[in-house]
């Protein structure tokens, strides 16, 4: 992911973002299906996934914490 793409969905709301890891979500899941039945011509996918994934979930626990201080 380019650092400026990084920054606008860092910008984004924590609806967009709950959104959005949803979107991932169902991503990964498909992807990890498709690897157990023919393996995936690049793996990697499955990693980037798991750690974009990962941002999300940091990104939306930001945005909840900043809130209730």
Same mark, same amino acid.
């Given at each position: 992911?380019?650092? /400026?793409?990084?920054?606008?969905? &860092? ?10 890891? #949803? ?11 498709? *690897? &157990?039945?023919? $393996?995936?011509?690049? $793996?990697?996918?499955?990693?980037? /996934? #798991?750690? *974009?994934?990962? #941002?999300?979930? /940091? ?11």
């Amino acid at each position: 992911m380019k650092a /400026t793409d990084k920054q606008a969905k &860092k910008n984004l709301s924590a609806a967009e973002l709950k959104s959005e890891l #949803r979107q991932v979500q169902e991503n990964r899941f498909k992807l990890k299906f498709k *690897h &157990k039945i023919s $393996p995936l011509s690049s $793996p990697i996918e499955l990693r980037m /996934t #798991r750690r *974009h994934i990962a #941002r999300l979930k /940091t990104w939306i626990a930001q945005k909840d914490t900043a809130v209730v201080r």
